[in-house]
């Protein structure tokens, strides 16, 4: 197989002897992005999930969560991808990830970057006051349908997402 190139957190990173098999779960984690977690291997539970740059139908991009589990490496060949680590700066937390940690929403923390990434996807929705299902300010909540979490604290989750309108 050619050489790809995947952009992660803004570095594109090249990939001489991509196996066609390998997720992009199992390539993240084993290049130490260890914040996409492996739940259920299955698409199920949003452990992994990722922000992937798509186009928009409207000439621009928009930020997708993903479940890495479910993606093949080479599928991913010239697109961008942004993982929990990649979403603050050092030293600065993203707004997301402000609003998981002072309304204890990490809990055991497995979970939680998976959270962190689709709560992130729904911030940057450019349509966010469009659709259906919106809390009064704006933040879809049912874009967390996709992340389960074992410990069962859904309510801090849910204050963090409310929080996160504007
Ligand atoms: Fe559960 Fe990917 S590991 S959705």
């Known amino acids: 197989m050619e050489g790809l190139t995947v952009t992660v957190n803004g570095q594109p990173r090249g990939i001489q002897d991509a196996k066609p098999h390998t997720t992009l779960l199992n390539w993240l984690r084993d290049g130490g992005l260890t914040g ?12 992994c ?15 997708e969560s993903v479940n890495a589990c479910l993606v093949m490496l080479p599928a991913m060949n010239g697109q961008e991808v942004i993982t929990a680590e990649g979403i603050g700066s050092p030293g600065h937390l993203h707004p997301v990830q402000h609003e998981m940690a002072v309304r204890g929403g990490s809990q055991c923390g497995y979970c939680t ?14 349509e966010r006051r469009d659709g259906e299902h919106h809390t009064p ?9 996709g992340n389960l979490c074992r410990c069962t604290g859904y309510r801090p989750i849910q204050d963090a997402a409310h929080a996160l309108g504007t």
């Open 36 to 47: 996409c977690k492996e739940g259920c291997a299955e698409g199920e539970c949003g452990a």
């Open 49 to 63: 999930a990722v922000l992937v740059s798509r186009p928009d139908g409207r000439g621009g991009t928009r930020l």
């Open 113 to 126: 970057p998976g959270f962190v990434i689709s709560m992130a996807a729904e911030y940057y929705r450019p």
């Open 137 to 145: 300010n704006g933040f879809d909540i049912h874009s967390l349908s």
